[in-house]
């Protein structure tokens, strides 16, 4: 079965730090540029961040740049995104997917596979 996973969400306090892994089966990552997206309760959903194949290429939402970091590891069929210095405003669940592209801009909207979300609580 052609999934992705996510884990590694959870409840932290403001200005703590969480490490998310999303995490491929059924088919290897090593082609397919990954973005990272989230859903907060009445707000749209926000691209965050996205890694090309070849790891050449990322991009950052405004919102998160300089606090989160996406990485990836081929041999281990994972994505990551390093959060550091979370706010109450990053709660949500958080995606990983397989857009069409990912540009410095962003990605697509369109994915191949999506996963089922972690949820992310920063609350003290």
């Known amino acids: 079965q052609v999934q992705l996973v996510e884990s590694g969400g959870g409840l932290v306090q403001p200005g703590g730090s969480l490490r998310l892994s999303c995490a491929a089966s059924g088919f290897t990552l090593d082609t397919y540029a990954i973005g990272w997206f989230r859903q907060a309760p009445k707000k749209a959903r926000e691209q965050i961040s996205c890694i090309s194949s070849s790891a050449g290429t990322t991009y950052y939402a405004d919102s998160v740049k300089g606090r989160f970091t996406i990485s990836r590891d081929n041999a281990k069929n994972t994505v990551y995104l390093q959060m550091n210095s979370l706010k109450p405003d990053d709660t949500a669940v958080y995606y990983c997917?397989?857009?069409?592209?990912?540009?410095?801009?962003?990605?697509?909207?369109?994915?191949?596979?999506w996963g089922q979300g972690t949820q992310v609580t920063v609350s003290s």
């Open positions: 997917a397989t857009p069409y592209y990912c540009s410095a801009y962003g990605f697509s909207n369109d994915f191949h596979v």
